[in-house]
């Protein structure tokens, strides 16, 4: 299957639900109040924020009556031209071969951290990098587990200390180790309870602190992982989370098992921050780079 076949089928359940709806709505209609009414409110239970919605219809309202748009027909390309531009332009990863590089992934329980650092290194060990991962979720010993298994299972050595250790001095084992191994990409899990709690809060600062100091430019990235399933909550954990710690993008996950796939417009034109990633998957390979136009376009092929 094709890259686009397949990340089509990771959005099958957004673009049936979302886009589909959009076209049963306008098809044949005549273009007046109620239908950018419908319109509306159907945008915002598709998660894309009441805020982000009301100002899309109100653009798509001038630019149909500028270009003297009559039937609904015609709204589909503009509509989908206006989304395309809420997504931004891609941002690649601020990766280079020739230097250590240091990722910080951080967000809550079960969005995913684990399995999209999983994801992240089997991507870059394809390019021929050198990874490495540091256990920074020192808060269940099961944390460190499941990260050591991830390792075993990708031939990448995992750092971790024990229960209950300081994260921060996890981070620097790491970079010392990482150092003396010549490693290239060092990707650091870490605890995601609780982030209304300020001692997490803390402790992520304290990571980036010492990975900072221990690493020239550390931490290249600071990757917040959200669940695309958790709908407006997740532009709400990016706001508290960039409070903490410098974040450089998102990563939106389990796109494929959500019907609410609007939730990446609402959370793109609400934050400065890029989506650098989307997971569309549980295997290895379905963590992609963000390209905003091939997402759009996934998003409103119909064709099967
Ligand atoms: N369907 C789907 N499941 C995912 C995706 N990303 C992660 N998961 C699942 O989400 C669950 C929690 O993931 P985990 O990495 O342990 O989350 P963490 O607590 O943030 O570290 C696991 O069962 C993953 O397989 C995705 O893109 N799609
Ligand atoms: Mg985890």
């Not at 990863?93 to 951290?113: A, Q």
Request: include cysteine.
């Amino acid at each position: 299957m094709s890259f686009f076949s397949k990340l089509k089928q990771g959005l099958q359940k957004t673009r049936q639900s979302f886009v589909g709806k959009i076209e049963q709505l306008i098809t044949g209609r005549k273009i007046d109040e109620s239908l950018y009414e419908e319109l509306e409110e159907l945008l915002i239970i598709s998660d894309v924020g009441v805020h982000t919605s009301l100002d899309l219809v109100e653009s798509l309202r001038h630019a149909a009556k500028e270009q003297k748009l009559a039937d609904g027909d015609s709204l589909k390309a503009l509509l989908k031209s206006q989304l395309r531009e809420l997504l931004g332009e891609p941002a690649p990863m601020n990766i280079e071969p020739g230097r250590l590089n240091v990722i910080v992934v951080v967000g809550v329980n079960g969005v995913g951290k684990t399995t999209t650092i999983a994801k992240l290194a089997h991507q870059y060990k394809k390019q021929g990098l050198k990874v490495m991962l540091a256990a920074g979720d020192t808060f269940r010993a099961a944390a460190a587990e499941q990260l050591e298994i991830w390792g075993q299972r990708l031939a990448v050595p995992v750092l971790r200390h024990g229960e209950g250790a300081d994260p921060a001095a996890v981070v620097y084992d790491a970079v010392q180790s990482a150092k003396a191994r010549g490693i290239n990409v060092l990707i650091v899990d870490t605890a995601g309870r609780l982030h209304t709690k300020s001692n997490l809060m803390q402790e992520l600062a304290k990571i980036v602190r010492v990975a900072g100091r221990e690493c020239q430019g550390a931490p290249h990235e600071v990757l917040l992982v959200i669940d695309a399933t958790t709908g407006q909550n997740a532009v709400v954990q990016a706001e508290q989370f960039g409070k903490s710690v410098p974040l450089t993008g998102l990563v939106l996950t389990k796109m494929d098992g959500t019907a609410k796939g609007g939730i990446i417009f609402a959370i793109a034109s609400q934050q400065e921050l890029p989506v650098k990633f989307i997971g569309v998957g549980e295997g290895m390979d379905d963590l992609r780079d963000f390209d905003p136009d091939q997402f759009v376009e996934a998003l409103f092929d119909q064709a099967t």
